[in-house]
C-alpha cells in the first residue's frame, strides 16, 4: 500500500517530514515538492522532483495526500481547495488557514468525502485532534485548557528561570528556531486563539470567530510581574481555555486566551519551555491531561505523517458506509456565539507603576472597595522605577471579585493622576 | 446503527458501563446481562434480561459485543474464546487475563477477523492503548514509563500527605472502592506487571512472559521510608518501565515494576491520589505524558464504552481489505526475552535496621565500597525503634552504582549480625 505525497512546502516542518519518511516509512513516497526557494535547497530535496509552481504538483494526478506546510494563509487556501476539488487528502500544520477557514474547508471535505488532517496545527506532537475525534467525543467535556503556544511558553519559562528580559529571551528563541522570524502572532496570543477556535469546534460542534475570542498576550509580561509571582508563588503561563457554562436555559460557551498566575498545584505548573499540555475535565472519565513538544521540527513533523499514515489509506480506499461512520468524515459545524465572561469570578494580580505620592494605596483601595473588590496583600517595590520622578511599582492580590468589577476599577485606576505607567492585571487560578 | 451488548458482570465498572450507556447512548442496546448475583441487583438491572448462566448470552445470536467485566481468569477466558469463536468483538478490563492468555487471544482473534478491546485493561481511563495502536507506533518508542495502579499510588500518596500507616490507608481505600477486598495484587504490583506485559507486546510486538518480569510492590514500604523520601526532597512512586537498550548486536528488551525514589522534576513528581500517568520517550516526537484516571467505577466504564463504540461498528461491518488495514485486527506477536537490570547504574536509598552498636557504619562501608559503591549520605533515626533491644533505622543514599553490585551488597549485608530486621533498597531518579 504505497501512499504518494505532494508536498508544499520544505521548510521547518517540511523538512522534518522528508526526514522522518526517508528514514522509517519507504511505502510513503513524495513525488513531488513545490517550495519557493527549492533551488537552495538541493541537498535536503536530493531525489525528489521540485518545483516553484503549485499547478506542479496540483496537476499530478499521481498524488494521494496534499500536504501543506508553507505558512501564511492566502496561498494554502487556494491549495486546500484545490486539494480538496480534486478529492484528495488534505493536511496542514497551519492554524491561521483554518481558524479562519475551517468552516467553508470541512464543509468542502465533507462534500467531497475526504479528510482533512490538522493534528501538527494544534499543540504540535500532542495527538489532541485524534483523540478529541475518536476518544473523548464519547464524554462529555466540560472544560478544556491548554498552554498552546511554545514560543510564548519558552520565554515566559526562560524569564523565570534565568531572570533575563523579554526582548532577549526572544531573540535568543528566535535564534533556536523556537520563535517565529516575525513572532507577533505567538506572543500577542493570536496563535493560540486560533489552535482555540479549532478545538472548540471539535468540543462544542460549533465554529466560533477567532475575531471574537478575548485575547490577552504576553508581550505586556515584565521579568518584574514573573519575579512577583514567583515570590508569592505563582507562575504565569498563556492558557486558551474553553468553558461551557449552563446560565439558565441555553449553555454558553465561554472562549479565552490570557496569561494568568496559577498555583503550585495546578495541573499546568510544570509544563515549561516549549511544551505544551491540554486539560481536559470531562463528566465521566473525569480529568485528562496529554503533554508533549509543541514546537520544533520533528515533534510537529510527526503529527503529519501520523495524519498522513492514518487519512491517507482511508482516504485513497474509502470502506463501505457502515465502516465510514467509524472513521467520520470532517463533522458538520453550526456556527456559534461566545459567551461573555464578565460574570467569572477570580483572585487578582495588580500591578501599578504610581508615582510615589501620600495617598495613593488610601485611593486605590477606595476604587477597589467601590466595585466591592477587597484586598488581600499589597506589595511595594522598594527601588523606585524611575528615581527621578519617584515612580514605584504597586502590587495588589484581591480577594475574588467579577471581571465585570475588576475592569470597571481598572478603567477609573487608569484615569487617576498618581498613575504614572502601566497598569496590568492577571487572573490567579490555585488549582 | 444499533450495536447490541452482552454484559458479563456488573460489578463497579458494569454498572458504570449501564449508566454512561443509559445516560448517553441510546444507540447502544445491552441485550442482557451475566451475574452471580443478579437477584440483588434488581435496580441497577430492571428492563435488562439478565440470568447467572453463561450460555444464556453466549448463545444470544443478536449480540454483536461481549463485555466481560467479572473479574478473575478462568471463567473470562472460557468467554472470551466463545465470543471469539462466534466471531464476535471482545472487550475486557481484565489485565491478568490478558497477560497469562493474550498471545493465544489475540492470535485466534486475528483468525477470525474481530477485535479484542482491552483499553479499560490498563490504565483506566487513559487511552494509552488507542494512542499506542493508531499514534505512537508510528513514531519509534524508546521507553515508556508509568504509574499503572491507582490503588497503590492512593496509598502511597494518602501516607505521605496524612502521614498515616500503611494498614490504615488501606482499608480506607477499600472503603472508598479505590481497592479490591483482596488487595494482593495491587499492593505486591502483580497489577501493574500485568498492565506492563500488555503494553510491551504493543510497544515491542513481542509478547512477555509476566512471570519473568522482575517486580517488587509497595508491601514492605513504611511510613518511615516515605519521610525520609520527603526529607530528602523525592517521593515513592510504583513506577512499570519498558526500555529498548542497544546492548551489542541485538535490542534488549528490559522490563520491570519497582517503588522507585523520584526528584522533583521527574515528570511523574504531582501524579497523586488515584491518578495513573505514562511517560513516553521516543525517537522524533521526543515525549508525551498522558494522565487520567487509573481507578473508579466511571472512568474505567468509560474506557469500555469508547472500545464498544471504535470496535463494536467496525467488527459488524468490517469495511474492504484497505480500509481494514488502516483499523488493524490485533498485530502478530512473537515471543520475547527480558533482558537483565543487573548492568544498569542508579543512585540508592537504602534503609537498614540495624542494633545500634559501635562499628556498624564501618563494617557497612566497607561492603559497599568492596563492591565499589560509594556513599553520599548517613541518617541515623534519632530514636530508638526498639528501645529495649536498642534497634535504629539506618539510612544511606549511594552515589550511582550498579544493580549487579547493590544486590550483592545488600546479600552481604543481610549476612551481617548486626542487622536487626529490615533491609529495604530502592533506586532513585532524579528526572
Redesign the interface.
Known sequence: ?KIKIGLFGAGTIGS?VIR?IRE?YPDLEIVGVVDKFYKEKKDLLSGIPTSDDFAFLLDNPSVDVFVELMGGVEAPLYVAREALERKKTFITANKALLAKHGYALFEKAREKGVHIGYEAAVAG???II??LK??FK???ILSLQGILNGTSNYILTTMRKEHRDYREVLAEAQKLGLAEADPTLDINGMDAAHKLTILAALVTGQWFSVEQIPVTGIDHIELVDIQWAEKMGYRIRLVGKIERKNTGSAPEVLLSVEPILIGRKH?L??IEMENNAILLQ?E??????????GA?S??T???V??DI??YG??D?????N??????PVEETFTYGEIGSMESLENEFYLRLEVYDQPGVLAQIASILGNEGISIMTVHQEPEYKDKEKKIVDLVILTHRALRRSMNAALASIRKMEFVAGKSITLPIKET
Open positions: 500500500m522534518g522522518i522509517k506532537a500532542i495527538p485524534h483523540n475518536y476518544i464519547n464524554d462529555t495541573f505548573w510544570d470531562t465521566y472519565s473525569q480529568s485528562h491531561m496529554l503533554v508533549g513538544k520544533g520533528l515533534p513533523a510527526f503529527s505523517v501520523t499514515i492514518n489509506a482511508l485513497k480506499f474509502p470502506g463501505d457502515a465502516t465510514a461512520s467509524m472513521n
